[in-house]
């Protein structure tokens, strides 16, 4: 069992950083694969970027490729994105999920977080 708790959400004008952390539990955090995804508003919820807590590996959506950035800390059994250069569309509620799979697809991800809100004005 996992249990993730997301911070890190706010407003920030277009062309800002935030950067969005999540706290997990459970004894095997090591060996999951640690993904975030968001959704807006009337939007089917969206991969943005995974990594696999065991290598460090990494998998981005093509939308936040080269500006946001997915790390992880095993000791702390945190995970971090870090977002740059952000525009009104990245605008959602920000999701932490943990998995056993590498994948983009929602369904294969077995636990979550409740989730924290971006804003980006324009």
């Known amino acids: 069992q996992v249990q993730l708790v997301e911070s890190g959400g706010g407003l920030v004008q277009a062309g800002g950083s935030l950067r969005l952390s999540c706290a997990a539990s459970?004894?095997?955090?090591?060996?999951?694969?640690l993904g975030w995804f968001r959704q807006a508003p009337g939007k089917e919820r969206e991969f943005v970027a995974a990594i696999r807590q065991s290598n460090r590996s990494t998998y981005y959506a093509d939308s936040v490729k080269g500006r946001f950035t997915i790390s992880g800390d095993n000791a702390q059994n945190m995970v971090y994105l870090q977002m740059n250069s952000l525009k009104p569309e990245d605008t959602a509620v920000y999701y932490c999920?943990?998995?056993?799979?590498?994948?983009?697809?929602?369904?294969?991800?077995?636990?979550w977080g409740q989730g924290t809100q971006v804003t980006v004005s324009s």
């Open positions: 459970g004894r095997t955090f090591s060996t999951y694969v």
């Open positions: 999920a943990a998995g056993t799979v590498m994948t983009s697809l929602a369904r294969y991800y077995d636990f």
